[in-house]
């Protein structure tokens, strides 16, 4: 079940972003991460932080202009996306795990920890 929540998406030019909170799931302790899925396609691991914000990891298509962060004293972690493309267009999902390195490998997120609904994300070409 859905544990986490994303805002912040929406139709966009260049630059976004996308806020995850936790109501009912602590950050604190754990890895965080981002997949996102566009229509008709498999999902695709974004970027994931550890839970010391000390490693971080991005998915080859956005390296360089994506930038993953957290705040536990707000339970909210954050993904900041420039240069988008329409390649970019997907729903992000926002996840969490006890591992950095599970959020990397896993192919189904919906089997980490904890997981949200979605949001969609459409850019201006």
């Known amino acids: 079940q859905a544990q986490l929540v994303e805002s912040g998406g929406g139709q966009v030019g260049g630059s976004l972003r996308l806020s995850c909170t936790a109501s009912a799931f602590n950050f604190t302790g754990n890895a965080m991460g981002w997949f996102r899925q566009a229509p008709g396609k498999d999902s695709e691991f974004v970027a994931s932080?550890?839970?010391?914000?000390?490693?971080?990891y991005y998915g080859d298509s956005v390296k360089g202009r994506f930038h993953i962060a957290r705040d536990d004293a707000r339970n909210t972690g954050f993904l900041e996306m420039n240069s988008l493309t329409p390649e970019d267009e997907a729903a992000y999902y926002c996840?969490?795990?006890?591992?950095?390195?599970?959020?990397?490998?896993?192919?189904?997120?919906?089997?980490?920890?904890?997981w949200g609904q979605g949001i969609l994300v459409t850019v201006h070409s």
């Open positions: 932080i550890n839970y010391l914000s000390s490693l971080t």
């Open positions: 996840v969490a795990s006890y591992s950095i390195h599970t959020i990397m490998k896993i192919t189904d997120f919906r089997t980490l920890n904890a």
